[in-house]
């Protein structure tokens, strides 16, 4: 009569410890895939350099955002000069045409910025 009950229960107990492995590792793989997947995020959070085309009298993007310790390359696609100058923050002077000029942001904020031969460009580059 406990026999019975006891034979189940040695039955049943190797299929529970077998099931729990089961669980336990594929906790350990997903994890593992957190993990990776964390790996993968900072890898693409590495500082990167972003472009400005200045083209037919305009930026493009007009707005852009980057992070605190990225760089922006100004390029002058335009048969004829520009600059990147936000007043006190950055100034890149005159870019010829086909020229181009790298700047990192040193601190975070919203710059509006423009041409100092063309008011009509303006262009805000953000700093997070
Ligand atoms: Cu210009």
Redesign the pocket.
Known sequence: MTLAPLAMLAGIVPTAVAALRRAVRVGLVHVLVLASAAGMTVAAERPITHTVV?KA?SYAPPTLTVKLGDAVLWRNE?P????ATAAGVFDSKSIPAGGAWKYTPKARGEYAYT????PN?KGTLKVE
């Open positions: 200045m009298t335009d004829f000069p520009h600059t041409c100092t031969f063309h460009m």
